[in-house]
């Protein structure tokens, strides 16, 4: 079936504060104009100060989700978030390419929250892991935890796509770089007042997915999906910012 808007899906967790995960990507799918499918990954106990448990939904559970749209629906964009570990994430790739072996699958690696709690379980070498993932979003202690040096992104890059977040950087607070098929682009901060926000990851990431949904090239998407994070995070003076 073949809607008026183009479509992207959410694998992500449920956040019950709504900053971050599915709420938060859908929230910004509708924001640009985006039809927004939600596949539940995991049933997280946390505000948007803490996380104090998840409970993850099961393999077939997420599979079934994913089934049931796509044996119905075009969808082409899939942005994913916490997955309980390498395996969960590697059948979810396989089941996604099955039904749609062009798909662009863009991955927020969330590996630990803010408040301390770690998520992801690893077991694959990086290179394997980004194995069908168009483009991969993490924030500096991430990046730095899946890659040895850039020599090791940068040949990744030629086959996966790296938006580095510059929001937990030392030295470059709010610079971000693409590193894509061995380039390396910056992306400045502009001139607005910025707060920190609970899941301005999910955020940006969900955005540069719904840029690319809408037939945006990855750097112009990228370079929207920062205007989106940047406007999302000068919106208020709490954790909780506000859409639009």
């Not at 910004?28 to 596949?39: A, I």
């Amino acid at each position: 079936m073949t809607l008026e808007r183009p479509i992207a899906m959410s694998i992500a967790g449920f956040d019950p504060s709504g900053g971050a995960g599915i709420l938060a990507d859908i929230k910004t799918f509708e924001q640009l104009g985006v039809q927004g499918f939600g596949v539940l990954s995991a049933n997280t106990i946390q505000n948007d100060r803490e996380v104090r448990d998840v409970r993850w939904m099961p393999l077939e559970d997420i599979l079934g989700q994913l089934d049931v749209l796509l044996e119905f629906f075009e969808v082409n964009y899939f942005k994913i978030g916490i997955i309980e570990n390498s395996r969960v994430f590697t059948e979810l790739k396989k089941r996604i390419i099955k039904h749609k072996p062009d798909a662009k699958i863009i991955w927020d690696p969330v590996l630990r929250s803010s408040s301390g709690f770690t998520f992801f379980n690893n077991e694959l070498p990086v290179k394997e892991l980004l194995r069908h993932v168009y483009m991969i979003t993490p924030n500096m202690p991430e990046f730095e935890k899946m890659f040895v040096n850039e020599e090791e992104v940068m040949a990744c890059s030629m086959s996966s796509n790296i938006y580095l977040k510059g929001g937990h950087h030392e030295t470059e607070i709010g610079i971000d770089y693409l590193y894509s098929n061995g380039m390396k682009t910056m992306y400045s901060s502009g001139d607005e007042v910025l707060y920190p926000k609970h899941g301005s990851g999910c955020v940006l990431s969900s955005a540069i997915t719904a840029y690319l949904a809408k037939g945006e090239d990855l750097e112009i998407a990228c370079e929207m999906g920062k205007m989106y994070i940047e406007r999302y995070l000068s919106s208020s003076t709490t954790l909780l910012g506000q859409h639009g």
